[in-house]
């Protein structure tokens, strides 16, 4: 006979998935994962090109091949993956609980994606009620992959296609919108269906979004180092929270590390690497007469060794246009609007110090 505790779950699922699922927005937090595989500098760089098609650059190959992968997560891994609880309904149809899993949220993917052989075999495709924050969306599309790790469950959440978001919207979200507010070293949260005014200060400057690829890109209106003068360059530029890395034009990035003692890129690493020791200088990325700063410390992904770190900015040779991954996205408040019939925009603030 099954336990209490398991009939309990049973119905309490029923009757969200009863529930009208969306009578307010809703709040998802990070949660930590037991053990992160923190991906090594130059394989989130690989990662990158393959995830958009680019040609890997043999040096950055070498590198992904060679570089430690995997070390036990501490409170500093928060800024290599954002992790949420989602709950996703049983793979028998009848008389079992909703299994729960932790997966990345990706706004550079249409795809829900998890590893599970219970759910069916790699590259099929299963439709399951998913709860993400108390929030129910039926009917949502699954691919599966073959990926045992985990590494590969992610909840993707671009304007288009069948997504989580787009599913939510459809369903009843009180507001097209969600919002990222992602921390340095600490748990960060993601807001769906409204917007949170206690999370970021001054104002949000909106810009279009250009939809011609289909992920959330927009057109940025240049950059500064440090305390120089501000350069008017147009960087066509996606947010993407599913990449780790700042990646930017080759010349951007050299005028960066110009600035930092130490700095060289490395034919071992794939990239730039500099000493541990360096002060690195912000980076400010200008959102039409916004002025978003990533502090200097955001830049520091992760040692190479005991001398040596990689650097968080690097160069987005032959993807095609820049990616602001998790390097710049935690250093600010950012607004994802719209969807297929609502004309998508991006939103940027500044959060509290």
Do not use: H
């Not at 990662?47 to 043999?58: D, H, I, L, M, N």
């Not at 919108?177 to 993601?190: D, E, M, Q």
């Not at 001054?202 to 690829?213: K, L």
């Not at 912000?282 to 040692?303: D, E, H, Q």
């Amino acid at each position: 006979m099954p336990s209490l505790k398991y009939i309990v779950a049973i119905a309490t699922f029923c009757c969200l998935t009863s529930a009208a699922p969306f009578k307010t927005g809703f709040t998802i937090k990070q949660v930590p994962r037991d053990t992160v595989p923190l991906l090594s500098g130059p394989r989130s760089l690989l990662k990158a090109y393959e995830k958009y098609g680019a040609q890997v650059p043999g040096l950055v190959r070498r590198a992904a091949l060679t570089s430690i992968g995997s070390v036990t997560a501490t409170p500093t891994e928060y800024d290599s993956e954002y992790l949420i609880n989602v709950e996703i309904s049983s793979p028998s149809p009848i008389g079992s609980a909703p299994q729960t899993f932790t997966m990345d949220v990706d706004t550079g993917s249409t795809t829900f994606s998890l590893s599970d052989p219970k759910y069916g075999a790699p590259g099929a495709t299963v439709t399951k009620t998913v709860n993400i924050g108390g929030a129910i969306v039926t009917g949502q599309a699954i691919t599966l992959n073959s990926d045992s790790s985990g590494n590969s469950n992610i909840v993707g959440l671009l304007y288009e296609g069948m997504t989580f978001y787009t599913n939510a919207v459809a369903q009843g979200l009180p507001q097209a919108v969600f919002t990222a507010n992602l921390k340095k070293g600490a748990p960060g949260t993601y807001q769906f269906g409204y917007i949170d005014a206690s999370e970021y200060t001054g104002a949000i400057t909106t810009v279009a979004v250009s939809t011609g690829n289909g992920f959330w890109e927009f057109t940025s209106t240049g950059y500064a180092i440090g305390a120089a003068t501000f350069v008017t360059l147009a960087i066509d530029s996606i947010v993407d929270t599913g990449t780790t890395l700042l990646l930017l034009p080759v010349s951007v990035v050299k005028a960066y590390y110009a600035k930092v003692a130490g700095a060289a890129n490395s034919n071992t690493e794939g990239g730039y690497i500099f000493p541990c020791t360096s002060t690195l200088p912000s980076f400010t990325l200008g959102i039409a007469a916004y002025r978003a700063v990533v502090p200097g410390p955001y830049v520091n992904y992760a040692p190479v060794n005991s001398t040596y770190c990689f650097g968080g900015i690097q160069a987005n040779t032959g993807i095609g246009f820049s990616i602001l991954g998790l390097t710049f996205i935690k250093s600010q408040f950012v607004v994802f609007a719209g969807d297929s019939t609502i004309k998508p925009t991006l939103g940027f603030a500044a959060k509290p110090t």
